[in-house]
């Protein structure tokens, strides 16, 4: 599946026209419209491989790319909060208590609600990529934070090897682009280019991935409720 992932923006007949659109408006992204493009475009990408439909999404019909884009922006956004309360409840009542001057026993209480923290955050992280997968098949905020719904998938293997995946092409894209940024002019073009495509690859793993755990019948009709438990050829 890295093969695949990684060539299917590059199948596409616009491949550099989607990639340089995509690559400007994760530059952008700080000014939001952008970053719903960019979101609407993953849901896209996440609606049709989850079906089993590798055509390759373009950049058109624009409003309901940006709704798509806001709704799965605010469904990231919603998940984000969880760590951040909890980080600034726990830090901020180990100040309050040691009068924002903890000794050893106030800064060794800041460590482990930092990594209480943390471990929320990566508990966030694996699960946000499923709860964009439902919001692009059901097409509804709730589905985005149905953690009952979600549940199931996010306990299988088949769920867990493709979120792997798909944090690993995501790391390792960044990692290229942010040495891609050092580069007079056109580095920071080129870095953004690098970050949407890896995006697309690792929304493709986890399309096919939520995909081989919903399967769709083929007069259009949901498989069963039930995630199967069939691990993908990784």
Do not use: C
């Amino acid at each position: 599946m890295i093969t695949d992932s990684l060539e299917y923006l590059k199948e596409s007949d616009d491949a550099w026209k989607t990639s340089i659109l995509g690559g400007v408006f994760v530059l952008f992204s700080f000014l939001l419209l952008p970053l719903f493009f960019v979101w609407g475009y993953v849901v896209r990408v996440l609606d049709r491989t989850a079906r089993g439909d590798d055509a390759v999404p373009a950049f058109d019909e624009w409003g309901d790319l940006t709704i798509d884009g806001a709704k799965a922006f605010v469904i990231a956004f919603a998940y984000s909060l969880v760590p951040a309360l909890i980080g600034g409840v726990l830090v901020g009542g180990v100040l309050l208590a040691t009068g924002g001057s903890p000794g050893a026993f106030g800064i060794a209480a800041i460590v482990v609600a930092g990594l209480l923290t943390a471990a929320v955050s990566l508990a966030v992280a694996y699960v946000v990529p499923a709860a964009l997968a439902n919001y692009a098949a059901e097409r509804h905020i709730g589905a985005g934070v149905d953690l009952e719904a979600l549940a199931p998938t996010l306990q299988t293997g088949t769920y867990a090897a493709g979120w792997l995946l798909a944090v690993g092409l995501v790391v390792v894209g960044s990692f290229v682009a942010s040495f891609l940024a050092m580069i007079p002019f056109v580095g920071p073009v080129l870095g953004g280019i690098v970050s949407f495509y890896a995006l697309v690859a690792a929304a493709y793993v986890v399309g096919h991935t939520w995909g081989d755990l919903h399967p769709i019948a083929v007069d259009g009709d949901a498989g069963s409720d039930e995630p199967s438990t069939e691990r993908p050829a990784i």
